[in-house]
Structures are given as C-alpha cells and as structure tokens.
C-alpha cells in the first residue's frame, strides 16, 4: 500500500493499480492489483491455512455485526469506521478458543465480557474528554435492566461542546449479543441463543439547553421483559451512553448534529 501526498485528486482504477481514499484521513491511497487467482485460493494446498482463516472470519464479521446492533444505534456518534475494529475484537476473541481446531473456533464473548468495557465510539473527542463525570452503570441480569447513575453536572465545566452547539442530550442503551459457535451441520457460525442476539433497547433524554446544570440522576433502560424466560449464560449485555449536541433544525425543534457528539460502552455483565 502507498499515499500519494501530492495533489493529485484521483480515485478509480488506472492500469493496474486501484486508488481510494478512506474515511478519517484526506490522503489518497494507492494498491496494486492482482495475486493468486480465485481457483488457486479454493482448491490449491498451499492455501489451506487462508482457507481456514477465511471461514474463520466469516464469524468474526457477523459477530462484529450483531454486536453493533447491541449498541442500540448509539455508534451513530463514531467518528470513525468501527467495523474493522469490532472485526478485530471478534478475532482475538475467537483465538482465546484452544479446544476447537482451527477453522472451527468459536467466538466466546461470555467468557471475556470485561474486554468491551470502555469502548470508546470516537477517537478525536475520546467520551470521558467530552463528558467530564464519571457515569456508574449497574446490570441487573434477572430483570434484563440497567441502572446508569450520572454525578451532577455543571455544563460550563463538565462538557466539552466543541462545536459550541445549542442543545444536548444524554442516550443510553441496552443490548445482549450472544456468544457465535461453529456450526457442523451447516459448515458455518450460528449463535448459541438466537432470541437474544443482536437486540437493544435505548433511552432518549430530552434535549436541554447547552448552558446547563443538572442534579444527579439515574437512567434506567430495560429490555423486553418476556426475554427473561430464554437468558442463558452465553449471552451478554451491553451498556452503552452516548452525549449528543444538536441544533434547531427545519421544523423548529432541535435535532442532532452529524459527528458532533461522543459514546461509549460503559460495561457488559
């Protein structure tokens, strides 16, 4: 791979070299093309590893997927592609997984929940840099809820609105993702509780205005009850908070302004 820092503004195909560029960074990016042919890679010896490898990452990147879907849209915030970072996560889950065969690992997040924790949706304004307090966040498994406590805060100290924008809010969610197992009869990832793969709920907070003093609170954010009866062991919850900024919008009333806010997960039990 090469960046062409000069500027040339060019994106497509040319001969035999592809040029793009990626979001988070202004810089073109140059690959060449070719390798070995799709025939090779599918019956060849010398790539029976990366055939493993391969079907491994199936189930990586459907797990990374479900596990967005638990952040309950609050990813919306991400100031960055988080696709290859949760892709990696399910990796190094999967490689903690030294009872099945290589090809056949299966991701198992219940047994490392506390790796999530701290997640943060954004890299320029990191959550804990925009949200000066330090939300506690309390899962009650049995009930499917969560208890997220957030000390007072006093706007002008204790968020950082770097955009200066009117309005905030506080959004916090719930979801459960469950562990992803290899399946034999289907050569392929199956989760081990599909009912609770995968879903979220989420709490709006009312928009407020940015020059603010709020008392300490408690956000409580449940999932569907009727869940309770089909929780097992190998699903996990996750909790996850999100500050926004928004502005009057077309109709009058406040809306969220694109990339301007910052989350996290808080904690997965």
Known sequence: MAIIKGPVQLEGSVGGMSFYTRRGSDKIIVRTKGGPSKQAIKNSPGFENLRL???????????????????????????????????????????????????KRNILFSSYRYTLDGFNFNRNYLFNSVLRVAPVAVINRENLSAGITIPRINTA?????????????????????????????????????????????????????????????TLEVHLNENLRTVLTGDVTLVVSMAVEFGKVGFTGVPQEVKYAGSGKVLVCG
């Open 53 to 103: 490898n391969q079907k491994e990452w199936i189930g990586c990147t459907a797990f990374a997927s479900r596990l967005r879907y638990a952040f309950g849209g609050l990813h919306r915030v991400a100031d960055y592609n988080l696709t290859p970072a949760l892709n990696a996560f399910a990796k190094n889950l999967q490689k903690t997984d030294e009872n099945s065969e290589k090809g």
């Open 157 to 217: 100290i204790d968020v950082v609105n770097v955009q200066r924008l009117p309005y905030f809010r506080l959004v916090v969610s719930i979801g459960a993702v469950s562990d992803l197992l290899f399946d034999e009869a289907s050569k392929g990832y199956i989760p081990a509780n599909e009912n609770m793969h995968g879903i979220s709920a989420t709490q709006t907070g009312e928009w407020l205005p940015a020059e603010n003093i709020l008392p300490e609170q």
